[in-house]
């Protein structure tokens, strides 16, 4: 699509006659459903995505061992983060990097460190909030439990109860008739999930619990890091099935596009040919801040591009010239306009579903978008084919963040924030536009070609 040809923000989404050539991508948005439902925590989200890089020829390299400078494709796993990357046979060691970057993590209620509670004959399990979900999106929800389980070996093991196991119950209106004037909620009081009746809270044993779950001996399991998700599978939604509900799009929806972009710009005939190292980045942590081992204000992106430039006989000098050319793309949900709350969103950007991507502008660099970035990412989407939409908050309104700004200053790579609109963000269940995942995972792979 040529950029006199593109809509214009808070114009019209795609055409119904574009809607009919987009019918083949629903098998991408089919697989982004089976990706999320399979990903009840960032553990398994990298699980994966490890495990769709491996079907297209990448492999594993483990931290602790020496590189080599060979070609093809490469991933690093650390905990809930993944770094993947394909060295093209005619790179260089000064080759610029092309990334995109996302992250694992998604507002949820995670597990205390002494798990077993509760009272008056309620069995619960002690829970924190992690990031900033919408609390209300978890009550009277039908809740799994799912994480990582540390053993006493030393190895950790995957764990998944993907059934009704745990419930926030509210309180009947008839005990508060002043809710619907406003619900609010004591994160400490309001938020342990019931899984259970005794009057022991002992008796509970949620760790013995999950070690019969995941086949592990009683006392094996002496670490864990768990988190409740909705047992709802993703669904389509509405008359036309245009949009689809699901948890945790906000950002496995932007892990899924880019592991699938990367996965087809090094299944290309031509991949040999590339004139960039296409990167995939997905960081956990970024619900909180970042600052981790894991992610992106931690040290784990510049760690592995510099080993690649020095496993291919690089010099810094090599190394600050690949740097230098590096464009990175942090994508990241955004905010479609709200029909019942249009009056929050900038009056002259109004971003739809199934409108395409989302540029994604802050002047107070809380994105790290400029114009030299726009014209990037526009480039990239005219190679595509792909329509694109602008974002700017309501100037009356704080703006968020992204990785976008972390990864720019962190380690001087010219980056652009854009993702995906949707409703609902940091609830339990969130609602994008179906075409969209196919949109932006389109425009991620012209972007990754170069």
Not at 145 to 150: D, E, I, P
Not at 181 to 200: E, T, V, Y
Not at 426 to 447: I, Q
């Amino acid at each position: 699509m040529s950029t006199s040809a593109r809509p214009a923000p808070g114009t019209a989404p795609v055409s119904s006659a574009s809607r009919a050539s987009l019918r083949f991508g629903r098998g991408l948005t089919d697989d982004l459903m089976a990706f999320l439902a399979a990903s009840p925590s960032p553990y398994h989200a990298v699980a994966n995505a490890a495990e769709r890089l491996e079907k297209a020829g990448f492999r594993q390299v483990e931290e602790t061992e020496a590189w080599d400078g060979t070609t093809g494709g490469k991933y690093v796993l650390r905990g809930g983060a993944i770094v993947a990357w394909y060295v093209p046979e005619g790179a260089g060691p000064h080759t610029p990097f092309r990334i995109v970057g996302a992250h694992t993590d998604s507002p949820n209620l995670r597990v205390k460190p002494r798990p077993d509670t509760g009272a008056h004959g309620w069995r619960q399990v002690a829970v924190e909030v992690y990031g900033g979900p919408l609390l209300n999106s978890w009550l009277d929800r039908d809740l799994g439990l799912a994480g990582r389980l540390s053993l006493r070996d030393g190895t950790t093991r995957l764990v998944n109860v993907d059934r009704p196991l745990l419930r926030v119950p509210q309180l009947a209106i008839h005990l508060d008739r002043s809710v619907n004037d406003g619900l609010k909620l004591d994160k400490q009081r309001h938020l342990q999930p019931i899984w259970g009746l005794g009057d022991d809270v002992r008796d509970g044993d949620l760790i013995g619990f999950l070690e019969e779950e995941a086949g592990l001996a009683r006392g094996e399991v002496t670490g864990w890091d768990l988190m409740v998700h909705s047992v709802e599978p993703p669904a389509y939604l509405g008359r036309d099935k245009d949009l689809v509900a699901g948890p945790r799009m906000d950002n496995l929806l932007s892990v899924h596009a880019g592991t699938a972009a990367l996965a087809a710009v090094a299944g290309a005939e031509d991949a040999a040919a590339l004139p960039y190292i296409p990167v995939l980045a997905a960081f956990d942590h970024e619900e909180n801040g970042s600052q981790s081992d894991t992610g992106a204000d931690g040290p784990l992106l510049g760690s592995v591009l510099e080993r690649s430039v020095y496993a291919r006989g690089g010099s810094y000098e090599d190394r600050a010239r690949a740097f230098a050319g590096t464009v990175c793309l942090s994508s990241d949900t955004g905010h479609a306009v709200h029909p019942n709350y249009a009056e929050r969103h900038d009056p002259t950007h109004h971003p739809r579903v199934n409108g395409g991507p989302i540029l994604k502008v802050n002047v107070n660099n809380r994105y790290a978008t400029d114009g030299s970035g726009r014209a990037i990412f526009a480039a990239a989407c005219d190679k595509a084919g792909v329509p694109f939409q602008s974002f700017v908050s309501n100037n009356a309104m704080p703006c968020g963040t992204t990785i976008g700004p972390i990864t720019a200053a962190r380690h001087g790579i010219r980056t652009v924030d854009i993702g995906v609109a949707i409703l609902s963000m940091h609830s339990a269940r969130e609602l994008c536009g179906a075409d969209d995942p196919f949109l932006l995972a389109s425009a991620l792979t012209a972007f990754l070609e170069g």
